[in-house]
């Protein structure tokens, strides 16, 4: 009984939760309530999320989060015995009977959650949104994971999404000129923050396909590095890597011209580095302990852009 507390949360991958959240309440403390900072003395209808209703949302897209790890393993049992033995959950130490339970108790909190911030703040996309994300979680999990490519899209689209629909929630129907420039300022940082998430987890989930060849192989998965072949996966990883480095350099690039060394510098240490780095790792990676080290300095990179967004609430 004492293992349960513990297996549950390496069950929901706690600190991927933790991730979430961090990654909502930087944008939301450092663009979102920033963007709004010329707000005073304009008359615009609207303003930026109450913190309350942050947080409602916030705990929804966790707990959607949480649910979609749970019934990933709750599906994969049969693969994880093959690529992460050690790390079994489901059925070693928690029920498949309660696995499927805890899914639906989260699921059913996370989106009426995510309705309940849609009916404050009239905004119906935000709980169809959240909605849509559960329904994706089940097919990726039951179908779309077995699949060349779909599946990392899909993974990639809702971790894009994390940060996409704290702008979403900032739709209203209006005229107002100044509301309306608010909102396209606000338009750039978040296509710039979800689109380096999709890539970032697009390349991540290929590498990680690369890692779990021999169980996915096993069970009729087929991912890109089964259907194509190792080498193509890698290709299509550093081509993305190639494309991320140089949307970070022309972000770069622009802040120079605006005098913002401090966030030239930190992409440059922090971003331009690791990402160089991993793809001269990645093009000589050959052992299963290799794609492991490369998908945790991945993720490391992921924390990195996340965490930009103080220095770039400088700036806004």
């Known amino acids: ?38 707000r005073y003395g304009l008359n615009i209808p609207y303003g930026p999320l ?80 959240n909605m849509a994300c559960v329904i994706l979680l089940w097919f990726y999990s039951t179908t779309f994971k077995r699949k060349l490519l779909i599946g990392n899209i899909i993974i990639s689209l809702l971790t894009a999404w994390v940060i996409l629909v704290l702008y979403v929630c900032e739709f209203h129907v209006t005229n107002n000129a100044d509301y309306l420039n608010i909102l396209s300022r606000l338009f750039k940082y978040a296509i710039v923050y979800s689109g380096f998430a999709f890539i970032i987890s697009l390349v991540r989930e290929v590498i990680k396909d690369i890692e779990d060849m021999e169980g996915d192989a096993r069970y009729g998965c087929r991912t890109m590095p089964i259907v ?40 440059f240490l922090l971003l331009d580095l690791p990402l160089i780095w991993t793809l001269r790792k990645l093009y000589k990676a050959q052992t299963k302990a290799e794609y ?8 490391g ?9 103080i220095i770039i609430q400088i700036h806004l």
């Open 50 to 129: 109450r913190p309350v209703v942050f947080y409602l949302l916030s705990s929804s897209s966790v707990l959607i989060a949480a649910a979609g790890y749970i019934i990933n393993d709750y599906f994969d049992l049969n693969i994880d015995r093959v690529n992460k033995p050690d790390k079994l959950v489901v059925e070693k130490i928690i029920r498949r009977r309660w696995t499927i339970i805890w899914h639906w108790i989260l699921s059913s909190l996370g989106v009426l959650l995510g309705f309940y911030v849609s009916w404050k703040l009239r905004n119906p996309i935000v709980g169809l949104g």
């Open 292 to 299: 492991h080290l490369l998908s945790n300095v991945i993720k």
């Open 228 to 267: 194509w072949g190792v080498n193509v996966a890698k290709v299509f990883a550093a081509t993305w890597l190639v494309v991320l480095t140089g949307a970070v350099i022309v972000i770069q690039f622009y802040a120079l011209q605006s005098w913002q060394w401090l966030g030239a510098t930190y992409c």
């Open 1 to 38: 009984m004492l293992q349960l507390p513990g297996a549950f949360l390496r069950l929901i991958r706690w600190p991927n939760l933790v991730f979430i959240f961090l990654t909502q309440a930087l944008f939301y403390y450092f663009i979102l309530l920033p963007g709004y900072g010329s």
């Open 301 to 309: 990179i992921m924390l990195s852009g996340i965490l930009s967004m």
